[in-house]
């Protein structure tokens, strides 16, 4: 016989409602189960005069199970657990630490009172799973917190601390950190007599319209494309509707329903999972020593040095920056602070702690100075051989066991980690432009790579806010070497007669942040260039020789105005047409559809190839990869996932109708009726 997560254990007159569920005390079947049973023991004992609830562990429940969603039903539904304790005739109270998160902090509001430590966090993040709080949580949020702060913790899905929470209701005591359930039990025992019962459901919400198209308004952006957050609107717009809360609930059910099964959630449920697997390795053993990073090297402080640099600051790791010339030295520390500053007057670090991060940072111009660091990530320019001169210089100064790694976006880790005596302390870590910001790590694993320095490098990934995914070596990784293949039919469509602003709306409209050729513009036209403006052998050639470079020249394959609006641009629309029609392709008209198969579907290809090969440990990496490199839409569920909701025959079909050769793996899950 199993035992149960939950057990209960008696202080004289207060029951205490234990869940251990690790590891993070998942609101399954089991528990769903033992809640019910702990609260009707309560009930039925006249000893007992009030009841806690509260976890083992490091958190209280951090939401439903989700392991459990679209499999049949055990048990009572949470819903009905919840309403069991809500109807409790003995006051019940939620003792919360850690995070209480979607179901569970649902469950906190059929409690009758909530009490939490200082450090604790309270949220339904559900929307980020393409979801909604479906177990009462729209309809008690607001009638605790008003509509403003429902709308934000459910359709934005960000959790709040303890204290913005008791100061909106949520919370009825802040209790001492290391106290909680001594101090839960105190309180108990002072309410234990009060009458009436405070119940979310019995409170009443007023309207309020206005917040509502502030809201919607503010987070337009945010929100395109996904179907979730317009569901949790409309969820608290119903509970301040007037409607009864049976109502409300009633109508909270059939939107949850609706979205569990749609394929957004799906999408976004399957992101949860792939970015937590996407951590592991599949053949470092486990319990590998990781080595210690206390001290990190940074080559070269243009835009990625310093932006790899600001990660470790920001985690309280010190930082040497080495530039060769004074003036990039002192550019590159510059931008840091204006950065960090910038943050500051947002409110997002005080000014000591900018100073602080600040302080963590020596800039050099002396590469000895790296002597002592356990980690050297080179971002200089990429170029082989002065990649490989440099790891000869270094496999000379760094200190033995120190782990070496380069930022290169596409260059082969191992040629240089053969220049040095210490092959298996040599790593790719690329990190993606804001470096900063975008949140992917892809970590290049070369041949002789140790299993500890991978290990270490994945496991350094989440201090620093990181999602690291590995890669084997191959040009591009699997990142750059997906993308290489929507450029060439996105040009071959402009020799048919699309025009670049057509397709890049097309990509757009399916969700991806800009198009291939506003992202040419962004990145510069000239990149790669010949730079012969005699040359003209594509329509790149043409652009670039007419000093069209993008928008750093103002115009590129659009025309900029001073506020950086790109418009449709006469003149290419000319070169164009130039180059069509001395080609012999014939013209033809594209639907969104049609550019979408064309551009993405060779993508999808590429993905199976680098599968098939070893170079991704499995499709749902290279999700990752797309998602959090690239800005793939999360409800798309990253290219993969998104080719299995198509149908792989049907990509199949569009990419021979284009002329692409078929990946044997594509081929072979197809013909099988399988996905990826
Ligand atoms: N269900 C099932 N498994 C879960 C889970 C959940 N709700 N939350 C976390 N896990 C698993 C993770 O998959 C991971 O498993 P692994 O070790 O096998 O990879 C393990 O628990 C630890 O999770 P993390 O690595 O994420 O641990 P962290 O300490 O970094 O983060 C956390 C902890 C903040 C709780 C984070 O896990 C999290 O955000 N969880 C999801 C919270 C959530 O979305 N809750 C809402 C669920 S939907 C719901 O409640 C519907 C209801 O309204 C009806």
């Known amino acids: 016989m199993t035992t149960s997560p939950i057990r209960t254990e008696r202080h004289d007159d207060i029951l205490v409602i234990i869940s251990n569920n690790p590891p993070v005390n998942a609101l399954g079947a089991a528990v769903r189960i033992g809640l019910d049973a702990a609260i009707k023991e309560g009930a039925g004992d006249d000893a007992i005069k009030a009841m806690v609830i509260r976890c083992d562990g490091r958190t209280f429940f951090a939401g439903a199970d989700i392991t459990e969603f679209g499999k049949p039903m055990t048990g009572p539904g949470l819903g009905e657990v919840i309403d069991a304790i809500e109807a409790s005739e003995k006051p019940v109270v939620a003792a919360i630490h850690g995070t209480a998160l979607g179901g569970g902090c649902e469950v906190t509001l059929g409690c009758h009172y909530r009490v939490a430590v200082p450090s604790a966090k309270i949220g339904t993040p559900e929307v980020k799973l393409g979801l909604?709080?479906?177990?009462?949580?729209?309809?008690?949020?607001?009638?605790?917190?008003?509509?403003?702060?429902?709308?934000?913790?459910?359709?934005?899905?960000?959790?709040?601390?303890?204290?913005?929470?008791?100061?909106?209701?949520?919370?009825?005591?802040?209790?001492?950190?290391?106290?909680?359930?001594?101090?839960?039990?105190?309180?108990?025992?002072?309410?234990?007599?009060?009458?009436?019962?405070?119940?979310?459901?019995?409170?009443?919400?007023?309207?309020?319209?206005?917040?509502?198209?502030?809201?919607?308004?503010?987070?337009?952006?945010?929100?395109?494309?996904?179907?979730?957050?317009?569901?949790?609107?409309?969820?608290?717009?119903?509970?301040?509707?007037?409607?009864?809360?049976?109502?409300?609930?009633?109508?909270?059910?059939?939107?949850?329903?609706?979205?569990?099964?749609?394929?957004?959630?799906?999408?976004?449920?399957?992101?949860?999972?792939?970015?937590?697997?996407?951590?592991?390795?599949?053949?470092?053993?486990?319990?590998?020593?990781?080595?210690?990073?206390?001290?990190?090297?940074?080559?070269?402080?243009?835009?990625?040095?310093?932006?790899?640099?600001?990660?470790?600051?920001?985690?309280?790791?010190?930082?040497?920056?080495?530039?060769?010339?004074?003036?990039?030295?002192?550019?590159?520390?510059?931008?840091?602070?204006?950065?960090?500053?910038?943050?500051?007057?947002?409110?997002?670090?005080?000014?000591?702690?900018?100073?602080?991060?600040?302080?963590?940072?020596?800039?050099?111009?002396?590469?000895?100075?790296?002597?002592?660091?356990?980690?050297?990530?080179?971002?200089?320019?990429?170029?082989?051989?002065?990649?490989?001169?440099?790891?000869?210089?270094?496999?000379?100064?760094?200190?033995?066991?120190?782990?070496?790694?380069?930022?290169?976006?596409?260059?082969?880790?191992?040629?240089?980690?053969?220049?040095?005596?210490?092959?298996?302390?040599?790593?790719?870590?690329?990190?993606?432009?804001?470096?900063?910001?975008?949140?992917?790590l892809e970590v290049v694993r070369g041949a002789k790579t140790s299993p500890d320095v991978l290990a270490t490098v994945m496991a350094l990934a989440k201090p620093i806010g990181k999602v690291a995914v590995v890669s084997g070596?191959?040009?591009?990784?699997?990142?750059?070497?997906?993308?290489?293949?929507?450029?060439?039919?996105?040009?071959?469509?402009?020799?048919?007669?699309?025009?670049?602003?057509?397709?890049?709306?097309?990509?757009?409209?399916?969700?991806?942040?800009?198009?291939?050729?506003?992202?040419?513009?962004l990145a510069g036209v000239d990149i790669g260039w010949h730079r012969d403006p005699t040359r003209i052998e594509s329509i790149r050639d043409a652009l670039a020789a007419k000093g069209r470079w993008g928008q750093k020249t103002s115009k590129g394959f659009y025309d900029y105005d001073e506020k950086r609006t790109p418009s449709p641009s006469p003149e290419v629309a000319e070169i164009i047409e130039d180059f069509r029609s001395k080609s012999n392709l014939p013209k033809q008209d594209f639907s969104d559809e049609d550019v979408i198969a064309a551009t993405l579907y060779p993508m999808v290809n590429e993905g199976a190839k680098i599968l098939d090969e070893g170079m991704a440990q499995r499709a749902s990496d290279i999700d990752v990869v797309w998602i959090y490199g690239y800005g793939w839409p999360i409800y798309r569920g990253g290219p993969m996932f998104w080719a299995n909701t198509v149908g792989l025959d049907k990509v199949v079909a569009g990419l021979e109708k284009n002329g692409v050769e078929v990946a044997p793996l594509l081929k072979r899950k197809a013909e099988a009726g399988e996905k990826f």
């Open 473 to 521: 070596v191959c040009p591009g990784f699997i990142g750059n070497r997906m993308l290489s293949q929507r450029q060439g039919p996105a040009n071959k469509m402009l020799m048919q007669g699309a025009r670049p602003e057509q397709i890049d709306k097309a990509i757009v409209d399916f969700g991806m942040p800009m198009g291939p050729f506003q992202m040419s513009d």
């Open 132 to 440: 909604l709080p479906g177990a009462g949580g729209t309809q008690r949020i607001p009638r605790i917190a008003g509509v403003k702060l429902a709308l934000q913790m459910t359709a934005v899905g960000d959790p709040i601390s303890a204290k913005a929470a008791h100061a909106a209701g949520l919370i009825d005591r802040i209790v001492g950190e290391d106290s909680l359930e001594a101090d839960a039990i105190a309180f108990a025992r002072e309410i234990a007599d009060k009458r009436p019962l405070p119940r979310a459901r019995e409170g009443s919400v007023q309207a309020d319209e206005a917040a509502v198209a502030e809201f919607k308004q503010a987070n337009a952006r945010k929100f395109r494309g996904f179907d979730a957050p317009a569901a949790n609107i409309a969820c608290v717009e119903k509970a301040a509707s007037g409607a009864s809360f049976e109502e409300g609930i009633a109508f909270e059910r059939q939107e949850f329903m609706k979205l569990m099964g749609g394929t957004q959630s799906a999408a976004q449920r399957h992101l949860f999972f792939a970015e937590r697997q996407a951590a592991k390795v599949d053949d470092i053993p486990a319990g590998t020593q990781l080595r210690p990073i206390k001290k990190v090297g940074v080559i070269g402080a243009g835009t990625m040095g310093g932006g790899i640099s600001m990660n470790f600051l920001q985690a309280g790791i010190p930082v040497t920056i080495v530039e060769t010339a004074q003036e990039a030295l002192d550019r590159g520390t510059g931008v840091i602070r204006r950065n960090y500053e910038n943050s500051a007057k947002k409110g997002r670090y005080t000014t000591e702690k900018v100073e602080g991060m600040m302080g963590l940072l020596t800039p050099t111009l002396n590469l000895e100075d790296l002597a002592d660091c356990d980690l050297i990530i080179e971002a200089i320019y990429e170029n082989m051989d002065v990649k490989k001169e440099l790891f000869g210089k270094l496999d000379k100064i760094a200190k033995p066991g120190a782990i070496l790694a380069s930022n290169t976006s596409y260059l082969n880790i191992d040629e240089m980690a053969a220049v040095t005596s210490r092959p298996g302390d040599v790593i790719g870590m690329h990190f993606f432009s804001p470096a900063n910001v975008m949140k992917l």
